[in-house]
């Protein structure tokens, strides 16, 4: 067992469930020791809308997840999504200074690359290179040693907004937490869910959570695309809801027990009861009826993703087909309905790569959980915690100031 220093959290802030996964490095990857999970307050589409009430719910998911793991949780890796992520590809060219390439070349590259304007109200998470390209001969994953004069990058950049990362790591850190970096959650789904084949071959990942969903696009082993659309379960439990009638929580609860994608998957057309609102009696509706609310839904999260892909001309590059994850994904029938619409081969994803309590997390709502936890695994953790881009001009002279004289110390 890992010192409990050594524990890696991963805190995957939810539009309707808060779940902290704690993982102990071991020599042939990672265990997992402890997950909490707690319905989610103060979110909508994936960004805070009430601080005091995600702080409390990131408590009470924590609380249960020290429990099971007999240990105290201080540093997490934070999970971020929304509408407002926004995501490009980028390009840079430097001259080999020895002919040869050294670490330096390939970060004077990248930060070629990386040398985009990037409005104020944005911050940069991820800078993920896809390839490098030495004297014109590209798919290079690894160019340090080779010899060549002219060394080019081709990066996938992932920026946010300020005002959204910052309140996340408010949240966590008003909850007693440090946050050691904020990640891409379609990049965490993606760490638990896919395997190397499928990234090498072309696959597409969609993570349908409850707030958003999240589309990642994988080829030549490699990130292609990402995009965060805003809309999710929670929307399919409010258009029940609605059209039955009937509360939100018994919306979301009839949709996972009776719910199907389309009426047509439907074996039998039963009869079940949904409780009304205003304290009136329990009405008998049709199981079809419920399903033709849903359909339209499903439909529509999944034809905006397929138009997504569409727009990045990446219709073609997904031979390995569809990966579904996400809780809302877990719904009878969305892998059928996804094949018609992708016209693709289209699985489940699952967790994996992980031991410990893997049986317990080896659902698709922990996908994105567990992600963290093994992108966590993956880093450096040396650097305590992820600071937000500071927004003061004078902040930002000062900083500047303080590491020119330290040049000369």
Same mark, same amino acid.
């Given at each position: 067992?890992?010192?409990?220093?050594?524990?890696?959290?991963?805190?995957?802030?939810?539009?309707?469930?808060?779940?902290?996964?704690?993982?102990?490095?071991? $020599?042939?990857?990672?265990?997992?020791?402890?997950? &909490?999970?707690?319905?989610?307050?103060?979110? @909508?589409?994936?960004?805070?809308? #009430?601080? #005091?009430?995600?702080?409390?719910?990131?408590?009470?998911?924590?609380?249960?997840?020290?429990?099971?793991?007999?240990?105290?949780?201080?540093?997490?890796?934070?999970?971020?999504?929304?509408?407002?992520?926004?995501? %490009?590809?980028?390009?840079?060219?430097?001259?080999?200074?020895?002919?040869?390439?050294?670490?330096? *070349?390939?970060?004077?590259?990248? #930060?070629?690359?990386?040398?985009?304007?990037?409005?104020?109200? @944005?911050? !940069?998470?991820?800078?993920?290179?896809?390839? %490098?390209?030495?004297?014109?001969?590209?798919?290079?994953?690894?160019?340090?040693?080779?010899?060549?004069? @002219?060394?080019?990058?081709?990066?996938?950049?992932? =920026?946010?907004?300020?005002?959204?990362?910052? $309140?996340?790591?408010?949240?966590?850190?008003?909850?007693?937490?440090?946050?050691?970096?904020?990640?891409?959650?379609?990049?965490?789904?993606?760490?638990?869910?896919?395997?190397?084949?499928?990234?090498?071959?072309?696959?597409?990942?969609?993570?349908?959570?409850?707030? =958003?969903? *999240?589309?990642?696009?994988?080829?030549?082993?490699?990130?292609?695309?990402?995009?965060?659309?805003?809309?999710?379960?929670?929307?399919?439990?409010? *258009?029940?809801?609605? &059209?039955?009638?009937?509360? %939100?929580?018994?919306?979301?609860?009839? +949709? +996972?027990? %009776?719910?199907?994608?389309?009426?047509?998957?439907?074996?039998?057309?039963?009869?079940?009861?949904?409780?009304?609102?205003?304290?009136?009696?329990?009405?008998?509706?049709?199981?079809?009826?419920?399903?033709?609310?849903?359909?339209?839904?499903?439909?529509?999260?999944? =034809?905006?993703?397929?138009?997504?892909?569409?727009?990045?001309?990446?219709?073609?590059?997904?031979?390995?087909?569809? !990966?579904?994850?996400?809780?809302?994904?877990?719904?009878?029938?969305?892998?059928?309905?996804?094949?018609?619409?992708?016209?693709?081969?289209?699985?489940?994803?699952?967790?994996? /790569?992980?031991? &410990?309590?893997?049986?317990?997390?080896?659902?698709?709502?922990?996908?994105?959980?567990? &992600?963290?936890?093994?992108?966590?695994?993956?880093?450096?953790?040396? $650097?305590?915690?992820?600071?937000?881009?500071?927004?003061?001009?004078?902040?930002?002279?000062?900083? /500047?100031?303080?590491?020119?004289?330290?040049?000369?110390?």
């Amino acid at each position: 067992m890992a010192k409990k220093e050594d524990l890696i959290v991963g805190l995957d802030i939810g539009t309707t469930k808060i779940c902290v996964i704690v993982a102990a490095p071991t $020599n042939g990857g990672i265990d997992i020791v402890g997950i &909490g999970t707690h319905p989610s307050r103060g979110l @909508r589409k994936g960004v805070v809308v #009430d601080i #005091d009430a995600t702080v409390d719910s990131i408590k009470h998911a924590v609380e249960e997840a020290e429990l099971m793991a007999d240990c105290e949780i201080s540093s997490v890796y934070a999970g971020i999504a929304g509408s407002h992520i926004r995501a %490009f590809n980028s390009h840079g060219v430097v001259a080999v200074k020895d002919r040869e390439v050294s670490p330096s *070349d390939v970060k004077r590259v990248i #930060d070629a690359a990386k040398a985009v304007s990037i409005p104020m109200d @944005r911050e !940069v998470i991820h800078v993920i290179p896809q390839e %490098f390209i030495i004297d014109d001969q590209d798919g290079i994953r690894e160019p340090l040693g080779m010899s060549g004069v @002219r060394l080019e990058a081709k990066i996938h950049i992932v =920026t946010a907004a300020v005002t959204s990362a910052q $309140n996340i790591v408010k949240c966590a850190n008003k909850a007693g937490l440090n946050v050691m970096d904020i990640v891409l959650e379609p990049l965490a789904s993606a760490e638990a869910c896919l395997a190397e084949d499928e990234r090498d071959l072309g696959v597409c990942l969609i993570d349908i959570g409850g707030g =958003t969903t *999240d589309v990642a696009v994988y080829a030549e082993g490699s990130i292609k695309h990402t995009s965060v659309l805003g809309l999710g379960g929670a929307h399919v439990s409010n *258009d029940i809801a609605v &059209g039955l009638r009937t509360p %939100f929580d018994e919306a979301e609860r009839v +949709k +996972k027990k %009776f719910g199907v994608a389309a009426a047509r998957f439907l074996g039998g057309d039963d009869v079940i009861s949904v409780p009304s609102v205003g304290g009136r009696r329990p009405r008998e509706v049709s199981r079809k009826l419920l399903c033709e609310i849903i359909e339209p839904r499903i439909d529509e999260i999944l =034809t905006l993703a397929r138009q997504s892909l569409a727009k990045e001309g990446l219709e073609d590059r997904i031979p390995s087909g569809v !990966v579904l994850t996400g809780g809302c994904s877990a719904l009878d029938g969305v892998a059928d309905l996804a094949e018609e619409i992708f016209e693709t081969p289209v699985r489940h994803g699952i967790p994996s /790569r992980v031991g &410990g309590l893997q049986d317990v997390v080896r659902g698709p709502m922990y996908a994105t959980g567990v &992600g963290l936890v093994l992108f966590g695994a993956s880093q450096d953790r040396e $650097n305590t915690r992820f600071r937000i881009r500071d927004d003061s001009i004078f902040g930002r002279v000062k900083q /500047r100031m303080r590491d020119w004289f330290f040049q000369f110390e």
